[in-house]
């Protein structure tokens, strides 16, 4: 889903946390949650409930073009607040639009018509492969 990209993945100031990356390296611009065996964060999975943010930041080891994972036991920076670039993982996400996690990649597609625990936040633009969205989870 998330990648190597010129744009940004976070766009305004918000809300982020630093936490520790779980037994998988998490791919920046990614949505994330809290992992459900040691408490650390790992790459959301489909519509879950455990959604704090996405990964904007970390350390990571080669710096190239390709390298935007942060390793595991690694720090991350996660956004829980602000407005986000995100990849769509499935059909087109319109303006307006309430989004939540889809497939195991972090990316994320239009959920529910109400909020509800599983949304991570609105869609701020229209898209089949990035939109921005703001994050209503922190």
Same mark, same amino acid.
């Given at each position: 889903?998330?990648?190597?990209?010129?744009?940004?993945?976070?766009?305004?100031d918000g809300?982020?946390?630093?936490?520790?990356?779980?037994?998988?390296?998490?791919?920046l611009?990614?949505?994330?949650?809290?992992?459900?065996?040691?408490?650390?964060?790992v790459?959301?999975?489909?519509?879950?409930?455990?959604?704090?943010?996405?990964a904007?930041?970390?350390?990571?080891?080669s710096?190239?073009?390709?390298?935007?994972?942060?390793? =595991?036991?690694?720090?991350?920076?996660?956004? #829980?607040?602000?407005?986000?670039?995100?990849?769509?993982?499935?059909?087109?996400?319109?303006?307006?639009?309430?989004?939540?996690t889809?497939?195991? =990649?972090?990316?994320? =597609?239009?959920?529910?018509?109400?909020?509800?625990?599983?949304?991570?936040?609105?869609?701020?633009?229209?898209?089949?492969? #990035?939109?921005k969205?703001?994050?209503?989870?922190?």
């Amino acid at each position: 889903m998330a990648g190597t990209s010129e744009v940004s993945y976070w766009e305004q100031d918000g809300m982020y946390l630093s936490q520790t990356v779980g037994a998988t390296a998490i791919t920046l611009g990614t949505v994330v949650e809290i992992g459900a065996t040691d408490g650390y964060v790992v790459t959301a999975s489909s519509a879950s409930t455990m959604v704090i943010g996405v990964a904007i930041a970390g350390y990571r080891a080669s710096r190239t073009a390709t390298d935007n994972a942060v390793a =595991a036991g690694g720090l991350i920076t996660v956004a #829980t607040r602000g407005i986000v670039n995100l990849s769509v993982a499935n059909g087109t996400v319109t303006r307006g639009d309430l989004v939540q996690t889809y497939g195991t =990649a972090g990316g994320i =597609a239009t959920g529910a018509t109400a909020v509800s625990t599983l949304t991570l936040g609105q869609a701020l633009s229209t898209g089949t492969q #990035t939109v921005k969205v703001k994050l209503m989870k922190g």
